[in-house]
């Protein structure tokens, strides 16, 4: 009884068309149809931040949206943070900052950090901690993770003048 | 995840037409954080569910001089943004920031909150303080029901099967008035309301006397609650500690709190007097135009 | 810090940019759900919704139809194992239960067990399989209470259990139990002790069941090939100990079974067992395709291994001047569904931080019927923690003694017996005191009316355990280093790096890889804070092997013996002061003779063991009992930290997981065994928004078994927080917390009923 749908979006800044059941959520399809697995997945109830991706502009658990729901959105993922290859601030940032142990809830934590930078460029470590208490670590403590937001704001602020 | 179709319907009368077709088999999905994993995990198994964001009407958020119109697709981020929100509706504000977290707040919307009929909501405390107005469209006709009202149980409402709650309409705010929700919650964020509690106060121009208050309170009973004679009894009194103490009283009298996971009854009661006076205190700061930022949590 | 002359280093002490970095900011990095294999099928489970109760009936005729389903198994398909004691690297394991663990076989012990498996073309699938498969089952009462389990008339979980006696315990009787196993340690005159204290404290408390908490659920994807040859991908902290369950449990040869280590999401002790694995195996033997099998969050809650709740009473007695003199405890740990829970390590860390002259120590474990626990970073230490720190507390207010100078002064030291029996070597516990009492927080004065500071100490023991590693010289002087530790939170780069100092070569010049059980010796778990201490020492022994096989190279270049050669810095020296860097020589290899490549292996050496010492303060509202931490400092015994950031990052880890452990964490369960709580939603650990930054004090006191003096620092970092959040509880408000978490209901309760005489 497939009802498979054809959807269209743009991920990543890249047209993308794929099958997809109703029941599928976002995550599972990046992860199992599109094969962008650096989306995570940790509770599929929204609760951890793993598989945050930003769609139209604003930064959502992709295991509580379907994939149908994506027709016509704008999505971007881990993978399309940094479109040249290199490493952009955010990135960087939690690498040089040690920001992460075990790295599974380092995809979501760089997209809600994007997602901050987007809306507040200079944030206060008070905005960080609540912004980013949708997203769980287990490994670092936070502390690291926090430092790094603060470094890759203030390095943006600087790159983008 | 069990199987079922999915509508994206662009127009109300398109949506309540698929409802209404579908013999209560259906589920509306508006910003999808309860239903999804609801879904998932069993508790509904809608054969068919019907996106109804693109409906124009749903989507609304206007402060007009009839009052606020909140769509009841309009998700949270929308609300807690908006200036008029903000400056006029500070309770709802003070919910839509706390639902969930920042990803939860991209999608989930008021409406969805009380069509989910949790007695811990954020937002219906903060709704029936406001006292807000549910609109319901249905195949014959609209109808409309206070927010107090919407609830009748754990997960369970007044919206029959073909019925659509298109929007939650607020009277416009008198001057002097100020409101705020505040809800205990073990963490500082992501969690829910052990007690949540919403009220608005409305003072006289001397910002002595309470003309008028309406308060809602989340968790401490099988649905959100209006506490009708807690906020009769403020009507005419002069702010005083005693005053606020008469307040606590009488919503103590109307809560039957459960003891479960996020905490025991006789903890919810405990919590329902401080929050009550906590929260009357900072809705008569605000009327009296002190802004009182609030930190989440603490 | 440094409490004394440190060697110069040039690698080790530095923050180089971990080689598995670049991967884990991109997604590019794959952990055990990424993996996808051609025609592979997806996996799910029957899971009971009983706490207690026989299996009296399964019939998978209903989901065996479904289109799409390809395979189901129950407990029939699981070899039977008999009565077999199997070590594992963490401890011996009867096969019996572990299996029984992974499949219920007559009986379901707690929610969640496993009753039967599908494999199925996609996961819908295979998850609408399983609720079409009907399990009939007779109820038993279940048994949730720890010392009601323990009681001679409590329904039993295990028929095949009988009471273990361990240390100077009696020997049990030959009667069924839920007490698994009886521990006694004892030293000195217990009697005499207490006769000779002025002051004696005692305390009951109580702990609840916690989790882990790791983000990432467990997964395992296997192919049991044609020619009997099983591969499994999975996150695990162990792929040797990993590739031993699976084939004990499967009664295959080790050798028959590769175990692929993919990136893992943390585990904390509890990615060891296996879960899933066999289960994967078995649909993949019926179907002849790889079958991959995913946790759900609330699986993981359920069924996987959370350490114990647990119930202890302790008592500690002093000289009014302050000398520790006895110490009493008895503990009961819940086992869960088998045998297993880390009681005898709780009774071995009780007063493990103190010099105590008189001490006897009492150990049970009890089966109940919930999930059968396991490691969790210290495990037990951070129960007994809880006790014996906040009685020092009160010695420490009845005394009128400053916290820190109390330590100091009962301090374990080189030379200290232990209760249970071994003495110290050097170790660095009166030094993390004193980091505290110097320290800028301890010093500066906490004012506000509702705020307290506690402080708080702790211990692990570290082990050792075997590690092995080769390392190949590349002809542009960079090293491949293999090694079979897999990492959870940079061990990769803090290996490197002791192999890079010993070379004198750089930390980005060696490219370290982690493979699987087919393509390294035998490493034991990444557990027990051991992989950058025992897989350290490998990687040493490997690169002194390459500075062997280097002069050898340089020798034959020189036309000299390869005694004349001398290694230094990272040159290689003639007898004629001939110079050549790793690099210049690893350049002209080519012609030089064999491939230059180094082993290293590691078994011997134990580790002296983990102290650290904490101070936090804490600010409470008083009418709602809801705790926030202000300030956090942490000062621990890194011996030797390779990469001071991920020291940091463990300490910092540790203490925030210890937060969650005292204030919030719970198994919150019914009656009837269900736990009401299985969500990240409800089972709340920290966010980033409860916690304030943690500073750390990094004190260095070198274990003399490590070439570098390396201590590990994974585990320790979680025991003082508790016992020193209740400290700081008390100091506010002035009551004692006795039972975790100390959630708001909790502390509002003690301080609402509170003896307001005193």
């Not at chain 1, 599928?24 to 793993?50: H, I, P």
């Not at chain 3, 395979?71 to 963490?90: C, F, H, K, Y």
């Not at chain 3, 991908?233 to 590769?258: D, H, I, N």
Request: hydrophobic share 40%; charged share 20%; proline share 5%.
């Amino acid at each position: 009884m497939s009802n498979k749908r054809v959807v269209t979006a743009t991920i990543n800044e890249e047209t993308a068309e794929f099958l997809c059941e109703p029941r599928q959520t976002l995550l599972e399809v990046l992860r199992d149809s599109l094969n962008l697995t650096g989306t995570k997945e940790g509770c599929s109830n929204g609760n951890c931040g793993a598989c945050t991706v930003i769609m139209n502009g604003h930064a959502v658990v992709s295991c509580l949206v379907l994939g149908v729901e994506a027709e016509g959105a704008e999505i971007q993922t881990i993978e399309g943070v940094s479109c040249d290859g290199s490493l952009n601030e955010v990135q960087s940032a939690f690498l040089e900052g040690a920001a992460l142990q075990c790295g599974i809830c380092t995809p979501g934590f760089i997209m809600q950090t994007e997602a901050l930078l987007a809306e507040k460029s200079n944030p206060t470590e008070d905005d960080i901690r609540f912004y980013l208490a949708g997203n769980l670590c287990r490994c670092t403590g936070y502390d690291k993770i926090v430092r790094a937001v603060m470094a890759a704001a203030e390095q943006r602020q600087v790159t983008t003048g | 995840m069990h199987a079922f179709d999915y509508k994206s319907p662009e127009v109300l009368a398109e949506a309540l037409q698929q409802l209404a077709d579908s013999d209560g088999s259906a589920k509306p999905l508006a910003g999808g954080t309860d239903l999804i994993d609801q879904m998932r995990t069993g508790r509904h198994q809608p054969t068919l569910v019907i996106d109804i964001k693109k409906v124009a009407e749903l989507n609304v958020l206007e402060c007009a001089g009839d009052g606020l119109h909140v769509g009841a697709a309009t998700p949270c981020y929308r609300i807690c943004g908006d200036d008029n929100v903000q400056q006029d509706y500070t309770a709802l504000a003070d919910a839509c920031n706390i639902i969930g977290g920042v990803q939860i707040q991209s999608r989930a919307s008021v409406g969805g909150n009380l069509c989910n009929s949790g007695p811990a909501g954020d937002s219906i405390p903060a709704m029936i303080a406001l006292r807000g107005i549910c609109v319901i469209a249905g195949s014959a006709g609209t109808r409309e029901v206070p927010v107090a009202e919407f609830c009748t149980g754990p997960g369970q409402n007044v919206l029959a099967d073909n019925e659509l709650l298109v929007e939650i309409r607020f009277p416009p705010r008198p001057t002097a008035s100020g409101s705020h929700y505040r809800r205990m919650i073990p963490r500082n964020e992501m969690d829910i309301a052990v007690v949540g509690v919403g009220a608005s106060v409305t003072l006289n121009e001397a910002g002595t006397t309470i003309t008028d208050a309406c308060i809602g309170l989340g968790a401490v009973g099988p649905t959100p609650l209006l506490a009708a004679r807690a906020g009769e009894c403020l009507v005419g009194q002069t702010v005083s500690d005693a005053t606020l103490a008469n307040a606590v009283e009488a919503a103590k009298e109307i809560i039957s709190p459960i003891t479960d996971m996020r905490g025991t009854q006789e903890y919810r009661v405990h919590v329902t007097g401080v929050l009550v006076r906590r929260v009357l205190e900072t809705a008569i700061s605000r009327a009296t135009g002190d802004p009182c930022v609030v930190r989440p949590g603490h | 810090m440094s409490t004394a002359e440190k060697p110069s280093y040039k690698v080790i002490g530095t923050r180089p940019i971990r080689h598995d970095g670049v991967d884990k900011v991109t997604g590019r990095a794959l952990y055990g759900a990424d993996i996808k294999l051609s025609r592979m099928l997806y996996g799910a489970t029957v899971r009971s919704p009983h706490a207690h109760a026989k299996i009296v009936r399964i019939d998978t005729s209903q989901a065996e139809l479904m289109p799409g389903v390809r395979a189901v198994i129950t407990s029939e398909d699981v070899p039977e194992q008999g009565d077999r004691v199997v070590e594992l690297g963490e401890g011996a394991v009867n096969m019996r239960h572990l299996a029984a663990n992974v499949m219920a076989r007559e009986k379901v012990l707690y929610k969640g067990h496993v009753v039967a498996a599908v494999a199925a073309d996609d996961v819908h699938t295979a998850e609408e399989a399983c609720a079409r498969i009907e399990v009939e089952y007779e109820t038993l009462p279940p048994v949730l209470d720890l010392l009601k389990a323990m009681s001679a008339d409590a329904p039993i979980l295990n028929d095949d259990i009988r009471t273990e006696s361990i240390g100077s315990a009696p020997s049990g009787s030959d009667q069924q139990t839920n007490v698994a196993k009886h521990f006694m340690f004892e030293k000195g005159d217990i009697k005499q002790g207490f006769a000779d204290a002025d002051i004696i404290v005692e305390r009951t408390f109580d702990t609840a069941m916690v989790h882990q908490g790791y983000i990432e659920p467990h997964n395992a994807t296997a192919h049991w090939n044609a020619d009997d040859k099983i591969t499994v991908w999975m996150s695990t902290q162990g792929t040797f100990s990993a590739r031993q369950q699976t084939a004990e449990l499967l009664l295959m040869p080790v050798s028959s079974v590769k175990v692929v280590p993919m990136e893992i999401g943390g585990g904390f002790g509890g990615k060891i067992s296996v879960y899933l694995t066999p289960l994967a195996a078995l649909l993949s033997k019926k179907t002849g395709r790889p079958v991959k099998i995913l946790m759900s969050r609330t699986e993981v809650f359920e069924a996987t291994g959370p350490t114990p709740g647990s119930h202890m009473r302790v008592k500690l007695g002093a000289k009014s001047d302050g000398t520790l003199v006895a110490g009493e405890a008895w503990i009961a740990f819940e086992a869960g569904a088998y045998t297993g829970s880390p009681i005898g390590a709780a009774c071995m860390c009780v007063f493990a931080c103190y010099d105590l002259p008189n001490g006897q120590v009492e150990g049970f474990d009890v089966c109940v019927n919930k999930p059968r626990t396991n490691a969790y970073r210290a495990p037990g230490s951070t129960h007994v923690a809880m006790a014996t720190e906040t009685l020092v507390d009160e010695l420490c207010e009845k005394l009128k003694m400053d916290p820190t100078e109390f330590r100091i002064k009962n301090a374990a030291g080189e030379g200290t017996r232990r209760v249970d029996g071994p003495v110290y070597p050097r170790i660095g516990m009166v030094e993390t005191v004193e980091a505290i009492r110097d320290s800028e927080h301890y010093k500066t004065t906490l004012d506000g009316k509702f705020c307290g500071r506690g402080v708080a100490s702790g211990f692990w023991f570290n082990v050792g355990l075997k590690s092995s590693v080769s390392a190949t010289v590349n002809s542009d002087g960079t090293v491949a280093l293999v090694e079979g530790s897999t990492d959870i939170g940079g061990t990769r780069t803090s290996i490197a790096m002791q192999l890079a100092e010993t070379l004198g070569i750089a930390a980005e010049d060696v490219n370290p890889v982690v493979v699987d059980t087919d393509s390294i010796g035998y490493t034991d778990i990444t557990g027990g804070s051991r992989v950058t201490f025992s897989t350290g020492i490998a990687a040493i022994n490997a690169a002194i092997s390459i500075q062997e096989q280097m002069c050898q190279r340089a020798a034959i270049l020189w036309e000299t013996d390869a005694e004349n050669v001398r290694y230094e810095e990272g040159h290689l020296v003639g007898p004629s002061d001939q110079r050549l860097s790793f690099r210049e020589l690893a350049e002209k290899l080519r012609e030089l003779g064999d491939a230059v490549v180094g082993y290293g292996t590691s078994g011997s050496e134990t580790q002296g063991g983990a102290f650290g010492t904490h101070c936090v303060d804490v600010e409470i509202d008083p009418e709602l009992g809801k705790v926030q931490i202000l300030r956090y400092t942490i000062a621990q015994d890194a011996g030797t930290a390779i990469h001071p950031s991920y020291v940091e990052g463990q300490m910092q880890g540790g203490v925030v997981q210890g937060i969650g452990w005292a204030l919030n964490e719970e198994y919150w369960y019914d009656e009837q065994g269900e736990m009401h709580n299985p969500t990240f939603l409800d089972y709340r650990i920290p966010t980033c928004y409860d916690v304030p930054m943690i500073d750390t004090i990094i004190v260095e006191v070198p274990d003399p078994q490590h070439p570098y003096g390396v201590r590990g620092v994974g585990e320790v970092p979680i025991c003082p927080p508790p016992a020193a959040i209740a400290n700081a509880i008390y100091d506010a408000l002035g009551i004692r917390m006795t039972e975790l978490p100390m959630a708001p209901h909790r502390v509002l309760a003690a301080y609402l009923g509170r003896n307001t005489d005193d």
